[in-house]
Nanobody
C-alpha cells in the first residue's frame, strides 16, 4: 500500500516544542525529495520544509531556525522537529512528495489525514 500517515501533533503553549512523524509506505517516497506542508482552511497550502533523499534541506522563511526536517530511510519515516512554537504555527500539518518536482496533480493522490498542531498564547 502506497500511503502517508502523519502523527505527533497536539496542544502546546507558545515557546514549546513538538515532533511530527510521517510514516511513508512505498519506495517512491524513499527515493525522492519529501516535504512537510501546512494548511489552514480557506488559505493556500504552505510548503514548510523539504528534504532530499540525500539529506539536503530547505525551509520556509517563517520557520527557518525553529523547525528541523529529517528522515530515516531505513524506517521509511520523515520527521519535523518544531521548537519555539508560535500561535501562528497552529494548523494541520501534512507530509508528501515535493510538489515542485512532481506537480500538484500527481501528489494529490497521496495526501494523508494530517496531524493537528495547536499552539496556545
Amino acid at each position: 500500500q502506497v500511503r502517508l500517515v502523519e502523527s505527533g501533533g497536539g496542544l502546546v503553549q507558545a515557546g514549546g516544542s513538538l515532533r511530527l512523524s510521517c510514516a511513508a509506505s512505498g519506495s517512491i517516497f524513499r527515493i525522492n525529495t519529501m516535504a512537510w506542508y501546512r494548511q489552514t482552511p480557506g488559505k493556500e497550502r504552505e510548503l514548510v520544509a523539504t528534504i532530499t533523499s540525500g539529506g539536503d534541506t530547505n525551509y520556509a522563511d517563517s520557520v527557518k531556525g525553529r523547525f528541523t526536517i529529517s528522515r530515516d530511510n531505513a524506517e521509511n519515516t520523515v520527521y519535523l522537529q518544531m521548537t519555539s512554537l508560535k500561535p501562528e504555527d497552529t494548523t494541520v500539518y501534512y507530509c508528501n512528495l515535493d510538489v515542485s518536482r512532481f506537480g500538484r496533480s500527481f501528489i494529490n493522490k497521496y495526501w494523508g489525514q494530517g496531524t493537528q498542531v495547536t499552539v496556545s498564547s
